[in-house]
């Protein structure tokens, strides 16, 4: 979350102005950001390891391994040999090497998804389980301190709520960002749009929803709030709905990965680890608008 606020302005030995240096995030996003990194990571490699115990996703209430949603397995084929066949619905796919069979060709495994992506890497459910639970009851809370922190801090009105003026500037914004076009000066010290749309998306729907259908795949949770089996419509729905909203987040990582190495690697994790990001110099802010910023926490 970028709250920026000046704090140096040098002038080179020419007299024309240094690149303005300005506090991008606040600690308590810096720390939230960094934790989360490592929780998201254990969760997503130990929920793999869980899901091979079971690698299929239905709808509803049961499971029947006759009609998956999306089910991924080794099957021998005509010849006897063993194929990795992802299904999805009606469709079928041969993902041999990837996915259902993994690993070198004269020691390949039968597993849905390979031993390097999961979290232990042999199989072991009961760790697998116990490292999910370990970090999802670190990121639960941490999630809710920071949606607070937005919401009760102010920071979810001034920083993220889109203005009207931004819906008129959509098509441009858009354009911009396919063609690797980075705001630069005044605009670089806000979010535009789709930074707006997106955070908002994954810091309110999607968070959220990975929290919710974890407790409501809990026995345990189901006897305290029975309501949560009906609002995602059964265990297996809400499985389901999980695994999604982790996909989900694998592509909202990847491209944020990736626009983090274009726009400018170095200074976008500076601002991360230290809060300091360099404007270029030709952007300096308005005193005026300097006045109104707020103060690092």
Not at 16 to 44: E, M, Q, S
Request: glycine share 8%.
């Amino acid at each position: 979350m970028r709250f920026p606020t000046v704090f140096t302005r040098p002038a080179t030995r020419d007299g024309d102005p240094a690149p303005t240096v300005i506090r991008r995030h606040t600690r308590f996003t810096r720390l939230w950001h960094w934790v989360n990194v490592i929780c998201l990571i254990v969760l997503l490699m130990s929920g793999l390891q869980i899901f091979n115990a079971h690698p299929a996703l239905y709808w509803g209430k049961d499971s029947s391994f006759d009609a998956p949603a999306l089910s991924i397995r080794a099957i021998r084929n005509e010849e006897g040999e063993w194929r990795g066949i992802t299904q999805l619905g009606g469709y079928r796919f041969d993902t041999t090497g990837v996915l259902g069979i993994s690993g070198p060709v004269d020691a390949r495994e039968r597993r849905a998804f390979p031993a390097w992506a999961t979290l232990p890497g042999p199989r072991w459910l009961s760790a697998g389980r116990q490292w999910h639970f370990l970090a999802g009851w670190l990121f639960a809370p941490l999630l809710i301190a920071y949606l607070l922190y937005l919401v009760i801090g102010g920071h979810l009105r001034r920083h993220l709520l889109p203005r009207r003026d931004e819906w008129r500037r959509l098509g441009q914004t858009l354009g911009e960002h396919l063609r690797l076009r980075f705001p630069t000066g005044e605009e670089a010290r806000h979010y535009n749009l789709l930074q707006k749309l997106a955070y908002l998306l994954v810091l309110f729907v999607i968070l959220p929803l990975v929290v919710l259908t974890g407790l409501t795949m809990s026995p345990t949770l189901d006897a305290a709030w029975p309501w949560l089996l009906d609002v995602f419509g059964g265990r297996q729905s809400a499985r389901t709905l999980h695994f999604l909203c982790a996909l989900a987040l694998v592509g909202f990582f990847l491209i944020h990965v990736a626009l983090v190495l274009v726009s400018g690697v170095v200074n976008n994790l500076r601002s991360m680890i230290t809060g300091r990001y360099v404007l270029p110099p030709d952007s300096i802010p308005d005193p005026s608008e300097e006045a109104r910023d707020e103060q690092d926490t």
